[in-house]
């Protein structure tokens, strides 16, 4: 088998086992850079993310994003025949990404312990709701529940409601963010150590409590539990969100010392630019809700356009809240390259977000868009020295 041409990470081998959001993002970071990934999907309709959310003849929009520049190949990996195949597959791979139940591998003789013996610099990327280890790593986790029991559920949204979620399943998109990173430092750390490769362990509900700020030390060292606060960003003033008269709204984090007093000025509030009191954020936490009413009766009077006009010229940061529309059409999206023009495979036009990081010499890149189930399983196993008819035969017993 031969990797993708370019990319930092030409010439690495991932084999991707994981179903709709966790693994598969982890496993689509590392293909956007050049490595080749196999993706394994069950013969039977394959990953559930092919029918997520908007549907494209018969396919979701959201899975030629998620599966660019993946090579789907089907395997029945609760057949033994099946799991001699991605055996195989792993004898010859840098990486494998898994996001099932712990002990699921195990049970199917794909563990780590066991593939290492073939493949001693393996790295294997387990992700899971719980983790490897501890009392809950028997219990079914998704993203949802990692962002509950990681402490984003309850600080999010408004005082006198029930907590809120994020409009996109952000625990498991931050728990691939760290299996990436992971797989890249044992990756370098196998280049140091004869070679060995190891697990890299991430739970959900652990990536989301890594984003928790100063929660943990506030709450140790003087008992306080950091709770929901709306819009506004508790102890830092002011940021906010308010509404402009043209009914859009507006951010404005104006809490350095020197931005607050440009940003009173600008906004007419000489008297509150000057005023010692208000000086320092520790002074301005204490007048919070009189200095809300000002800029909110501020932004009320002006429209969006005249606001940003202003502040841009004050040098304070501000901007409206965007929905997919304003993205789509911003003319510093598209300047720096985050909407890529794409088409499917009937032809149909289609935009697809950038890939982070921007690199100066390797960049990332989009080398086709998710690929149709099991668009490549005679190509990568006919690398493996499958022939035509063990192929049919697989077909016919429902292995591949």
């Known amino acids: 088998m031969t990797g993708q041409s370019g990319g930092p ?44 959310r908007k549907l494209h003849a018969g396919t979701s929009l959201w899975w030629a994003a998620q599966a660019r520049n993946k090579q789907s190949v089907t395997v029945n990996l609760r057949e033994p025949a099946g799991q001699e195949i991605v055996g ?16 699921a591998l195990e049970k199917w003789g794909l563990g780590y312990e066991r593939l290492a013996v073939d493949n ?3 790295i294997m990327v387990r992700l899971s709701g719980y983790g490897q280890t501890g009392p809950y790593r028997d219990r079914p986790g998704f993203g949802a529940i990692g962002e509950a029991m990681g402490g984003i559920r309850f600080v999010t949204g408004y005082p ?15 728990a691939a963010l760290y299996g990436a990173i992971g797989a890249l430092m044992a990756l ?6 004869g070679g060995r490769g190891q697990v890299v362990d991430v739970a959900l509900y652990e990536a989301v409590f890594s984003l928790m700020e100063s929660m943990l030390p506030e709450y140790d060292v003087s008992g306080f539990v950091r709770s929901r606060s709306g819009a506004s960003l508790p102890g830092i003033v002011p940021s906010n969100t308010y509404t402009t008269r043209d009914g859009n709204y507006l951010v404005i984090g104006a809490n350095a010392d ?21 000086a320092s954020n520790e002074g301005r936490v204490g007048h919070t809700e009189t200095l809300d009413r000002v800029i909110g009766a501020w932004a009320g009077s002006v429209d969006l356009e005249q606001a940003l006009a202003l502040l841009a010229q004050a040098e304070v940061p501000a901007g409206k809240i965007y929905d997919i529309a304003d993205i789509a059409r911003d003319v510093h999206y598209q300047a720096r390259g985050m909407l890529e023009q794409h088409r499917l495979d009937d032809g149909t036009p289609v935009k697809l977000p950038g890939i982070l ?34 192929l049919a035969r697989l077909r016919d017993e429902g292995v591949i």
């Open 88 to 103: 195989k597959l792993a004898q010859r791979a840098d990486i494998v990404v898994e996001n099932f139940r712990p002990g």
């Open 357 to 390: 990081p921007k690199l100066s010499v390797d960049p990332g890149a989009t080398r086709w868009v998710g690929p149709r189930l099991g668009e490549h399983t005679d190509a990568v196993l006919g690398e493996l020295g499958y022939s035509g008819e063990e």
């Open 9 to 52: 990470l030409a010439g690495l081998r991932v084999i991707e086992l994981g179903t709709l959001i966790a693994g598969p993002f982890c496993a689509r970071i590392l293909g956007e850079f050049g490595a080749q990934v196999i993706k394994i999907e069950a013969p039977d309709g394959g990953d559930p993310l092919r029918t997520w």
């Open 160 to 174: 006198d409601r029930p907590p809120v979620r994020a409009g996109i399943s952000l625990g498991d998109s931050v």
């Open 188 to 193: 370098h750390a196998r280049q140091r150590n």
């Open 258 to 278: 020197s931005i607050f007093k440009r940003f009173m000025h600008a906004i007419g509030r000489a008297d509150l630019a000057e005023d010692p009191a208000l």
């Open 120 to 122: 001693p610099g393996l």
